[in-house]
């Protein structure tokens, strides 16, 4: 069982490259001013998410960053998987599914009513990943999505 | 111009009415209570999100409820429109797109990175209307949902 550890800002330095490494892989336009900024209020203790590491602190293998929000439909607090990596050499051993089950744990003793992710519909590997942890594609609905700044 | 009021405690009971209609004409599986318990947090001041009432106050033509999040990819808080309706009487004459431009001018005041929404892929009329409002679809993703309660 590999543990998952709630983050704090001292393990910045350590999520920081496994998060460019992450942006890297998806092809995310962010540079390390975006990245650090995007994380901080985070690890700071935020009431809109926290980041967990998986693995050991001193040299994690991998990270999830979970945000909230609410949801009507859903009659209460919700939360996104915003973020979750593995280093590439880890993959294939059943973690994700793992950190994902660890992880919605916590969430539904927290009252948390859902959570949901995005995946690339290409992704058939992920997918199939994310439905054995119990998550259902909404394929009635596309998501749309505005840039404000 | 048709005017947005932040709805307060004291609007509940006629916006509950209007969410009633919302959910039986979306088939949104929701009782009085769930909406009830859905609503109040928000028109209590949750940080987690906000109710605008559409028209006058006494006697609404509609509600937005505008949710918030985290997002590592925009950079910082971001939007969920969580629900947005209109009484059928008022449709079709572009009060949709003047109620979604105003909203996004509140968020983009308020540093919102990005404003995000769900839509039926069936529902061509709505998807235009957001596309005009400024919205793009994520085509390349597709939203999971595990629920825990």
Redesign the interface.
């Known amino acids: 069982m590999t543990a998952i550890h709630k983050a704090t800002p001292e393990d910045a330095p350590r999520i920081l490259p496994l998060?460019a490494s992450f942006h890297a892989e998806e092809g995310?336009e962010?540079d390390d001013a975006?990245?650090h900024?995007?994380?901080m209020?985070?690890l700071d203790g935020?009431?809109?998410?926290e980041v967990f590491i998986i693995g050991p602190r001193i040299a994690p293998i991998g990270y999830v960053?979970i945000?909230?929000?609410?949801?009507?439909?859903?009659?209460?607090?919700d939360a996104?998987v915003?973020?979750v990596y593995l280093r590439p050499k880890v993959r294939g051993r059943g973690l994700g599914s793992e950190v994902l089950l660890a992880v919605?744990r916590y969430?539904?003793e927290a009252?948390?009513?859902?959570?949901?992710?995005?995946?690339?519909?290409?992704n058939t590997t992920a997918?199939a990943m994310?439905?054995k942890?119990?998550?259902?594609?909404?394929?009635?609905?596309?998501?749309?999505?505005?840039?404000?700044?």
């Open positions: 998060m995310t962010a975006h990245r900024n995007a994380l209020p985070l935020s009431h809109l998410g960053v945000t909230y929000g609410w949801s009507i439909e859903f009659g209460g607090k996104f915003d973020e919605g969430l539904a009252q948390i009513t859902a959570v949901h992710l995005e995946v690339d519909h290409d997918i994310y439905e942890t119990g998550f259902q594609m909404r394929g009635r609905y596309g998501l749309m999505t505005r840039r404000l700044t």
